[in-house]
C-alpha cells in the first residue's frame, strides 16, 4: 500500500523516482516542518474539529449543530449578553 501511495505521489508530482526528487535546504525544511506542526496543532482543537465515530451515529444530529454553529472559524464568538 506505502509503495502505491509513493509511486502515485511520484506520478503526480511528474518524477519516476524517488532519486528525481530534488534536496531542499535546511531552512526551507525547517519551516515544512512548522508548517506541518501548526497545522497538526490546529486540526487538534476538538472544539473545531470534533472525534466524530464512524459507527455510532447517536451524535449526528447534535455533531451537524454543532458544524453549523461553528462554520466560519475566524468570527469571533458573541455571548447572548449585551456589552453596553
Do not use: H
Not at 508530482?13 to 512548522?34: H, R, T, V, W
Amino acid at each position: 500500500m506505502q509503495e502505491e501511495l509513493l509511486k502515485w505521489a511520484l506520478e503526480e508530482a511528474g518524477y519516476s523516482e524517488k532519486k528525481e526528487i530534488p534536496d531542499i535546504s535546511e531552512a526551507a525544511q525547517m519551516l515544512f516542518c512548522g508548517l506541518l506542526i501548526m497545522a497538526d496543532w490546529i486540526a487538534s482543537n476538538s472544539y473545531y474539529f470534533p472525534l466524530l465515530s464512524v459507527t455510532d451515529d447517536t451524535g449526528a444530529d447534535e455533531s451537524a449543530a454543532e458544524e453549523k454553529r461553528s462554520t466560519s472559524l475566524l468570527l469571533p464568538k458573541t455571548s447572548s449578553r449585551s456589552s453596553w
